[in-house]
């Protein structure tokens, strides 16, 4: 795209990016890329040129781009030696398609396409990725000092500068100077240069592909000929438009991935193509292949289509979005209070009255009811995906064991006409039950609150009917499914000659709908998240608040049509009556309970807020002649008044139908997880003549605590054990905060290589003391900035090479020598306990020349009952209580802004403060902080706990709470036991 801000928070389209607008007077910005450009006469070209910004914040003129097809092809436009090459390229292409024999032209024509989108997918999206997440590109623009004037001496390659020069600028006559241009600027033109190539070889090799295996049926009647090419040629037109109208969108800025070399201030509407369809370009942009297909007639160009067409998403999933999440979605910061709460006074005013033993009543009020209400409830344990399978939960274990036994009776039983019957019934019963059984439960909740109050009449919560009804709905959806599948695999008769008639090319479509209904699925959970997936504005009240994004901004209810694609497909994939008639019924039951339920709902909810009409909807009906339209509207009529007809029979029959209602699942937790495996190589350098390790140190500084010393012993050990180390030096083994920063310092000669490097390891991991036979996974920093390729090598060094003149070695020598800083905090660290030590390496590769002392990172245990207040947490007074949870927060807080790196933006500075956005959208966050409390407290939480609390206080209350309910079961170490053994403990 070329400009910025081109996405509206809601939308959802391919390359949309939103940047900040810079402005003129912004420091350390000056504009080039042309001339140095006055503020006056900035603001007022500004209307008339777009302006880009690169990371370093360098304002310049974009000048203005065309299309790789008019570059190629249109003589108007100018040409240099790259636009020669790829003709020639091309050409070479086309003469291969008629100077090769038949019999070799398909599989290598195949082969040459499958080579290209290799290219595009997997070569442009490698670098993509790493000039999106280190800058990689342009790191090596500089390294290689590509744009370097030879004038300067440091370009060793004139001749290459001078033919890019002579590239560039024979494109871009206006507003380009190749000399003032930003680096960034003209590494994406570099780059864009070779997509040119790759893209226009990718989309000639597949047609040329396509005329290599074209032909005609041979039992094909003229009026299917006509239809499969009208239909093929219709394919491509829309395609062609798709295309066209995404680049009059978009411009050369996005469509050659601008955005991750630099950004532009151009506001920018989507309308058009972006209002169909998400990611336009990547989904409806493809129709061209299946229609060039359809023309071919072939099978084998339709598999090839396919082939590329998911290769597309997956260069989507893995390069473009995670790009437009970082780029689009910057958390925003965080509000900080100056002032202390009235927990901190009342925490500070009880410790000083204890020390001066001196009554102090705390009100304790608001920490003794849970400081978690909310209008909604808490997304902690959801059900919805594989990974939240919990097989405590009695909802997991019912839906497992039914799909079980499901199956196991659609294997076991024969295919005969009765058992097919059998499952077809039992796949209609359980529709109905999904469809208007629960949809009769939702109507009563939404006008009676009838779930609601059955519960509230036993004693149960809000959150407890909201729990029972999520089991309710997520049993019977997955019984509807998994019984509609048993009866399409027994209407299912395997093809004995899948190139007979229409077979192979019905299972192809059967598996595209399959495939489109559970991509829309996972839209719609994904837009709506488990509140809204399950209804939950039919069950709590909040404030009315409507969003369109994700697959809602082009449908208003994509279950309407693509929410039921699959069972179409399994239609299809069959053809059987039978599973037609499901699928029929399923459709209208559908619709119905969208008309005469969901809809009147949100109606009363959301009054006028609703949107009348969604992007598709939009965009398809600016393209209607009138006469159609005043149609629409006749037949919107005529279903509406049919639509209030029905509703008022069924409020007449809803009360017999929905009495009894009820269910009696329950939810508990837990959680799964799994860990990746590497492969490694070591590097070891050859040149290690001349270096003596004597001349390198590391030293290192961070947060320690004393207690630790004294909490190594037991009452576990012998007695000799017990007794108190006597040391005969002046060391202090080193044990450090959990996750808080560690500062190390290193020495090494003058001459040493500027690509060494120090890296953080468990002491157990290394063998050796001369060589590191295992990966640092991240943990390194770099004693020289600039020496490698990707920053965030460079992110931790402090001071670098700096000079000390004289230093005394062991030997009683002296001798000159650098040093350096550096920083190891956040992702560079272990977030876990263990021994760790840091190793110098010698030239970028593995050779040790230096080891730090060993020390230990340790989470501290908190203590069951606190000496200094001398009160317990199984207490049951109220000023006790109140007290221990302020020592809980005290004793958290430090430890919880450990784990968020310190980092203003989201570590909190008080018991009180939020966390930051951050903390709900990066897993690594919560998952640190509940491994400190597991450690710190003998309390397990999942991360979603500490995504739900928002803050210390609510995270300490919980402890407190937990500690209360497992108590006796203590893991304090002045208990001695962890069960109970007498009756003055109880349970």
């Not at 070209?45 to 203005?64: A, H, L, N, S």
């Not at 027994?490 to 190139?499: F, R, T």
């Not at 809204?532 to 697959?551: N, Q, V």
């Amino acid at each position: 795209m070329s400009t910025s801000s081109m996405k509206s928070p809601d939308s959802n389209g391919l390359r949309e990016r939103i940047n900040n607008v810079p402005t003129a007077n912004e420091d350390n910005m000056t504009a080039r890329c042309g001339s140095e450009l006055p503020s006056e006469d900035f603001e007022l070209d500004k209307d008339k040129k777009t302006f880009g910004r690169t990371p370093d914040g360098t304002i310049f003129t974009v000048p203005q781009t065309h299309d790789m097809v008019s570059q190629l092809l249109d003589p108007r436009q100018p040409k240099n030696l790259s636009d020669l090459i790829v003709l020639v390229i091309l050409a070479l292409h086309i003469f291969a398609l008629y100077a090769l024999p038949s019999s070799l032209k398909r599989p290598v024509f195949a082969v040459l396409f499958l080579f290209w989108r290799g290219c595009y997918n997997v070569g442009i999206g490698y670098l993509l990725h790493i000039q999106s997440h280190h800058k990689r590109i342009v790191a090596w623009a500089k390294k290689w000092n590509l744009f370097e004037n030879p004038v300067t001496g440091k370009n060793p390659r004139p001749w290459l500068y001078k033919l890019i020069k002579t590239e560039l600028e024979t494109k871009i006559p206006e507003d380009y100077k190749f000399e003032e241009a930003p680096i960034e600027y003209n590494a994406w033109l570099v780059f864009r240069r070779v997509v040119d190539l790759i893209l226009m070889c990718d989309f000639t090799s597949y047609c040329l592909f396509a005329i290599a295996c074209g032909g005609a049926p041979s039992d094909e009647s003229l009026v299917m000929s006509t239809l499969r090419w009208g239909a093929g040629i219709i394919l491509v037109l829309f395609n062609l438009w798709v295309k066209l109208d995404a680049h009059r969108v978009v411009k050369d800025y996005a469509w050659y991935w601008g955005d991750f070399f630099y950004l532009i201030d151009q506001e920018l509407t989507f309308d058009g193509v972006f209002e169909m369809a998400p990611h336009p370009m990547y989904s409806v942009g493809y129709a061209g292949y299946y229609g060039i297909s359809m023309m071919a007639a072939s099978y084998s160009v339709l598999a090839i289509s396919i082939v590329a067409h998911i290769a597309q998403f997956a260069f989507l999933l893995v390069v473009e979005n995670p790009h437009i999440d970082k780029t689009n979605n910057p958390p925003p910061p965080r509000k900080h209070q100056d002032n202390p709460t009235p927990s901190e006074i009342d925490h500070a005013n009880a410790l000083a009255s204890s020390k001066e033993d001196l009554e102090y009543s705390v009100d304790s009020s608001p920490t003794q009811t849970p400081p978690l209400h909310t209008t909604q409830p808490l997304a902690v344990h959801n059900l919805m995906g594989l990974g939240n399978i919990d097989l405590f939960r009695i909802t997991d274990v019912s839906i497992l064991l039914l799909l079980g036994y499901v199956f196991l009776i659609t294997a076991l039983t024969p295919s005969t006409p009765v058992y097919q019957a059998l499952f077809v019934i039992s796949a209609i019963f359980w529709r109905l039950w999904y469809s208007v059984g629960l949809g009769i439960i939702l109507d009563r909740q939404s006008n009676k609150k009838m779930w609601t109050r059955h519960f509230v009449k036993f004693g149960d919560s809000t959150e407890e009917a909201w729990r029972q009804w999520k089991g309710m709905y997520h049993l019977s959806m997955t019984m509807c499914y998994a019984s509609f599948i048993a009866a399409t695999w027994k209407m299912y008769s395997m093809p004995s000659d899948w190139a007979y008639g229409l077979v192979l090319l019905r299972h192809v479509l059967g598996a595209g709908l399959v495939s489109l209904q559970l991509w829309t699925a996972v839209s719609i959970y994904e837009s709506l998240g488990e509140f809204g997936w399950f209804f939950g504005d039919f069950f709590f009240d909040h404030a009315p608040k409507l969003t369109y994004s994700g697959i809602y901004r082009y449908l208003n209810n994509p279950e309407r049509i693509i929410g039921l694609a699959g069972i179409w497909g399994a239609v299809f994939i069959t053809g059987s009556r039978a599973i037609f008639f499901l699928a029929l019924l399923s459709h209208t039951l559908t619709l119905a309970f969208l008309q005469f339920v969901e809809k009147p709902h949100m109606q009363k909810l959301y009054g006028r807020n609703l949107r009348s009409e969604a992007g598709l909807s939009k965009s398809i009906k600016r393209s209607l002649p009138p006469q159609i339209k005043k149609w629409h509207g006749n037949v919107d009529r005529v279903l509406e008044e049919t639509g209030h007809f029905v509703e008022e029979f069924l409020d007449t029959t809803r009360p017999k139908l929905a009495a009894g209602v009820s269910t009696i699942f329950r939810d508990t937790s837990a959680l799964f997880s799994q860990y990746p495996a590497r492969l490694t190589l070591t590097r070891i350098a050859p040149d290690l003549a001349g270096y003596d390790p004597r001349d390198y140190s590391v030293t290192i500084e961070g947060t320690s605590f004393d207690s630790a010393m004294h909490k190594r012993t037991t009452s576990k050990e012998g007695i000799t054990a017990r007794l108190p180390q006597e040391r005969t030096d002046e060391f202090k083994p080193l044990v450090f905060e959990y996750g808080a920063p560690i500062k190390v310092k290193w020495t090494a000669p003058i001459k040493h290589s500027k690509a060494n490097w120090v890296g953080m390891y468990m002491v157990a991991d290394n063998a050796s003391r001369e060589v590191t036979r295992i990966p640092s996974a991240g943990r390194w920093v770099a004693t020289v900035p600039n020496e490698y390729e990707s920053s965030p090598e460079d992110k931790g060094i402090l001071v670098s090479n700096r000079f000390v003149s004289g230093a005394k070695r062991t030997d009683g020598s002296t001798q000159d020598y650098v040093e350096g800083e550096m920083i190891f905090e956040g992702d560079k660290l272990f977030w876990t306990q263990g021994v760790f030590e840091f190793r110098y390496h010698h030239d970028g590769k593995h050779n040790v020349m230096a080891i730090s002392l060993p020390f230990e990172i340790r989470i501290p245990r908190f203590d069951d009952e606190n000496s200094n207040l001398n009160i317990s947490l199984d207490s049951d007074n109220s000023q006790s209580q109140s007290l221990i949870r302020s020592a809980v927060e005290q004793a958290l807080l430090p430890v919880v802004r450990n784990c968020f790196d310190r980092d203003p933006d989201i570590a909190p500075n008080s018991v009180d403060e939020s966390l930051g956005v951050l903390v709900a959208r990066d897993g690594k966050y919560p998952r640190r902080v509940v491994h400190a409390v597991h450690y710190m407290f003998g309390i397990e939480f999942a991360p979603e706990v500490v995504r739900a609390d928002g803050n210390v206080r609510n995270l300490a209350w919980r402890i407190c709470n937990a500690k209360q309910v497992l108590a006796p079961y203590s893991m304090s170490h002045s208990k001695g036991t962890n069960t109970p053994d007498g009756e003055g403990e109880k349970a």
